[in-house]
């Protein structure tokens, strides 16, 4: 090998030696820099601790005393003496702190003085509800009556007696609330005849020996338990009670158990006159109707908005019509005119059908809708009298009376009514916000009253029975001692003016 010239073994360590060092490096520069990623944060430098500064004695500014004297005043001036107004509020008294009121307040006790403050107008208008014993109709209304007729008429219902036999408290004519009611249109004595919440047909026979009680009321005495019966003839609520007067053996009811059923008073046998196909199909039943000009005719509605009629004579199904998607509380026919029909809804609406013409197919097949009159809450019922006279009452607190005696005659099948003849002829204010306890308020027209005066009977929630005429006159309203609850449930005999009542503990109120 000549001299100065690398072998190539030697080269070859060389340039190992070479990258190795630079390998080294590599390595130690990337080691610190991950020691610089992964070191923490440098931590703030701590503040300095402030010294306290030391509290600065606060002293009271008096205001600077000037002599009277050395002013020249003279020692009588009123101007010497100290002002109030002068005092500083420091060293004035502290107001004493006043102490929390306990107990009831009554607002007539509370009343701030000044004439600015002494008005109670605006407190009136939040009193609402029931008020117990508190007439809206009073003797004074009868006195001030010029008309002698209505004057005659007003004193005659008045004198109407709640029944002295038994209080109404001890006249439990159901175990439950009463849902429906009616007299027995025999005229020799009053029979009242209730339903109530689970089913329970009871009778009265308001005739019936009553209890000799002492002259001495101190004296004790047991009072003994009226006569009542009571069947249950139904498995849910009884919604209408009604019996022919051209046949007075038979009482026809109706159910939320979604049966109509007759009872025969001479064989005592209850008899289904209709129920669903299937026992699983339910089709509560609200309200039922029979007119003396259909005997065997009985219409129905039920709480889907359906309305049903029945012949007794044949065994057929029953004609059902959808004729609105919420419940109907309640209908009637027209007593004279059987083909026409009035229904109150829960979509606010008192309608009038026409049962002579069906239209449409299948299950869109209805009676002809006549006309419709909308209020501005639910309508309860709708009540339709010989006279031609539609009474509803509805939770606007109104009761309406629609004349359409002298028209409805003259209804050709498919008559539109106009929304002027539509409209009610009077608007009674009433308190029908009945709450959950009460059962809701209807009216009831006396169907065939013997003194010629078309009139109908409503609950009060004051716990009276009002009575009102055709033209919305007031002719009487019902009272007397013993009376706890609303008489919901109010009627009158067909013919005679006698009145029941029934409450939600299945208790009896008679006037006669």
């Known amino acids: 090998m000549p001299p100065g010239k690398l072998s190539a073994f030697e080269a070859r360590r060389r340039e190992n030696v070479a990258n190795n060092a ?45 002599s009277a004297r050395l002013a020249g005043a003279s020692s009588e001036s009123k101007d010497s003496l100290v002002k109030l107004e002068d005092i500083p509020v420091e060293l004035k008294d502290r107001e004493p702190k006043r102490a929390r009121t306990n107990g009831d307040l009554k607002l007539a006790n509370l009343q701030v003085e000044g004439k600015r403050w002494s008005s109670t107008d605006a407190l009136a208008n939040f009193v609402q509800g029931a008020q117990p014993g508190v007439r809206t109709f ?26 002295g036999g038994w209080q109404p408290n001890d006249i439990k004519i159901t175990p ?45 005495f047991d009072v003994p338990l009226p006569q009542i ?28 158990d979604s049966s109509i059923r007759c009872l025969d008073l001479t064989t005592q046998v209850s008899t289904q006159l209709w129920a669903p196909d299937a026992d699983e199909d339910e089709l509560g039943i609200s309200c039922i109707d029979i007119s003396p000009e259909a005997k065997d005719t009985i219409v129905f509605s039920t709480l889907e908005g359906s309305l049903g009629r029945i012949d007794r ?37 008192l309608k009038i059908w026409d049962l002579r013409m ?26 339709w009298s010989r006279s031609g006279h539609i009474a509803t009452s509805s939770y606007d607190d109104t009761v309406k009376i629609y004349d359409v005696s002298e028209a409805a005659a003259k209804w050709k ?44 009977a409503i609950a009060n929630m004051n716990r009276f029975v009002d009575v009102f ?28 003016n006698w009145v029941a009542g029934g409450n939600g503990s299945g208790k009896l109120c008679l006037w006669m």
Request: glycine share 6%; hydrophobic share 35%.
């Open 229 to 256: 019966g009571a069947f249950e003839v139904h498995n849910r609520t009884i919604t209408s009670i009604k019996i022919p007067m051209f046949d007075q053996n038979s009482v026809i009811t109706s159910s939320y």
């Open 313 to 349: 004579r044949a065994k057929e199904k029953a004609e059902i019509w959808s004729l609105t998607d919420n419940k109907i509380g309640g209908f009637s026919l027209n007593p004279l005119l059987p083909h026409l029909l009035a229904t109150a809804s829960l979509d606010r609406t």
């Open 138 to 163: 009073t003797d004074d209304d009868i006195k001030e009556t010029t008309d002698e007729k209505l004057k005659s008429l007003r004193q005659d219902l008045n004198d109407l007696t709640l029944f």
């Open 176 to 220: 439950e609330r009463v849902y429906a009611l009616t007299f027995h249109p025999m005229l020799d004595k009053p029979i009242v005849l209730a339903g109530d919440k689970k089913g329970t047909l009871g009778f009265f026979d308001g005739s019936q020996k009553t209890p000799d009680y002492p002259e001495d009321d101190e004296e004790d």
């Open 469 to 496: 005429g055709a033209d919305g006159t007031q002719l009487a309203q019902l009272d007397g001692e013993g009376i706890t609850a609303v008489p919901a449930v109010a009627e009158f005999h067909p013919v005679r």
């Open 413 to 456: 099948p498919g008559h539109d009514i106009s929304a002027k003849q539509m409209q009610p002829a009077v608007r009674i204010p009433h308190n029908n916000q009945t709450g959950r306890w009460v059962t809701i308020l209807k009216p009831q027209w006396q169907t065939q009253p013997a003194d010629g005066v078309d009139k109908f």
């Open 22 to 66: 630079k390998l080294l490096k590599d390595t130690a520069d990337l080691g610190a820099k991950m020691r610089k990623a992964a070191a923490p944060p440098p931590r703030p430098a701590a503040p300095r601790k402030r010294k306290a500064a030391e509290p600065t004695v606060r002293t009271r500014v008096m205001p600077v005393r000037q």
């Open 358 to 383: 069906i239209k449409g197919k299948g299950d869109l097949r209805h009676p002809s809708l006549l006309g419709e009159h909308q209020s501005r809450l639910s309508v309860s019922h709708a009540s």
